[in-house]
């Protein structure tokens, strides 16, 4: 969809840069904060969860700039 115009393309793309950018912030935080006994999953979920939330907002903003 992005290839389709520049007028998508670019705020698709600066949306998503800046979400990965928070996503990454959020997920360094939670890593940092968490004990050394946290669980694996947790661990894992504090990685992948703001890059999932990141990704799937990108997604949405795609979406509303394509008019779907």
Same mark, same amino acid.
């Given at each position: 969809?992005?290839?389709? +115009?520049?007028? *998508?393309?670019?705020?698709?793309?600066?949306?998503?840069?800046? $979400?990965?950018?928070?996503? $990454?912030?959020? +997920?360094?935080?939670?890593?940092?904060?968490?004990?050394?006994? $946290?669980?694996?999953? *947790?661990?894992? $979920?504090?990685?992948?969860?703001? *890059?999932?939330?990141?990704?799937?907002?990108?997604?949405?903003?795609?979406?509303?700039? &394509?008019? &779907?």
């Amino acid at each position: 969809m992005t290839l389709s +115009s520049k007028a *998508i393309w670019y705020p698709a793309n600066a949306f998503a840069g800046w $979400a990965l950018l928070v996503a $990454a912030a959020v +997920s360094a935080t939670l890593l940092v904060r968490l004990p050394l006994t $946290a669980k694996r999953w *947790i661990v894992w $979920a504090s990685f992948f969860g703001p *890059i999932c939330a990141a990704l799937a907002a990108s997604w949405e903003y795609l979406a509303q700039l &394509h008019g &779907h």
